[in-house]
């Protein structure tokens, strides 16, 4: 409940007023949801990064350790530099991960506009709206492989194993599993993907506009 309060809150102001940033120096709609929504992600790593070590630790550990026991060790054996291992492999997924929800819905609402009412910003409907968040929350599932070394770096770091980089995990991964390891687990993201970005994308927009009606 904290990571997700606190993370959709970091997202959302930060990622409105990066875009209202690009909007003011003329930068284009779609430019701008790809710029805002990495900038918004990259800014979750501030709570996200020790709240998904902490998952991980309990979900990984030996079934006795707690999120309490594990703030308590992280903080006494490693400091605040503790909760953020694999802290690089967050900042590229989330960057990625909203710059591709952002940045393909808005491509998808242009496009859906052109052919659908041949004004690539014609305002569309609410079921348009919806379809256009489904499509960008499924292609920003092509950034999954981050995900995968996310988990794999901070299991390791909380069960005391060597540090690998991301790049090491993924030819770790890739030579026990194939290229199917870099993708496991891809359909449960595929669909929560999809909810995160009609809530936090569409979502937002509909909302906004209300707003400042």
Same mark, same amino acid.
């Given at each position: 409940m904290v990571e997700c309060?606190?993370? +959709? &809150? /970091?997202?959302?102001?930060? !990622?409105?007023? /990066?875009?209202?940033?690009? &909007?003011?120096?003329? #930068?284009?709609?779609?430019?701008?949801?790809?710029i805002a929504g990495a900038g918004g992600?990259?800014?979750?790593? #501030?709570?996200?990064?020790?709240?998904?070590?902490?998952?991980?630790?309990?979900?990984? +550990?030996?079934g006795s350790m707690t999120v309490a026991g594990a703030?308590?060790?992280?903080? $006494?054996? !490693?400091?605040l530099p503790g909760f953020y291992p694999g802290g690089i492999a967050i900042a590229l997924r989330q960057a990625t991960n909203w710059a591709s929800r952002q940045g393909f819905t808005d491509l998808t609402r242009r496009?859906? +506009? $052109? /052919?659908? %009412? &041949?004004?690539?910003?014609?305002k569309l409907s609410l079921k348009e709206e919806a379809v256009a968040g489904m499509?960008?929350?499924?292609?920003?599932?092509?950034? %999954?492989?981050?995900?995968? &070394? $996310?988990?794999? /770096?901070?299991a390791r770091?909380?069960?005391g194993e060597g540090y690998l980089n991301m790049a090491a995990v993924f030819r770790m991964v890739y030579a026990e599993y194939g290229i199917?390891?870099?993708? !496991? +687990?891809?359909?449960? $993201?595929?669909?929560l993907n999809i909810w995160q970005t009609l809530f936090m994308v569409s979502g937002a927009k509909l909302i906004k506009e209300q707003l400042t009606l």
């Open positions: 309060a606190s993370k +959709g &809150a /970091i997202l959302l102001y930060s !990622k409105e007023a /990066i875009a209202e940033g690009c &909007a003011a120096v003329g #930068i284009g709609s779609t430019s701008a949801g790809f992600g990259v800014c979750q790593t #501030i709570v996200m990064g020790p709240s998904t070590f902490l998952v991980t630790a309990v979900v990984t +550990g030996n703030m308590a060790t992280t903080w $006494r054996d !490693k400091g496009q859906m +506009g $052109r /052919i659908l %009412h &041949a004004d690539p910003k014609a499509v960008g929350g499924m292609l920003s599932c092509w950034n %999954h492989p981050f995900e995968v &070394a $996310r988990i794999e /770096i901070q770091a909380m069960a199917g390891g870099l993708f !496991k +687990g891809l359909v449960p $993201r595929m669909m």
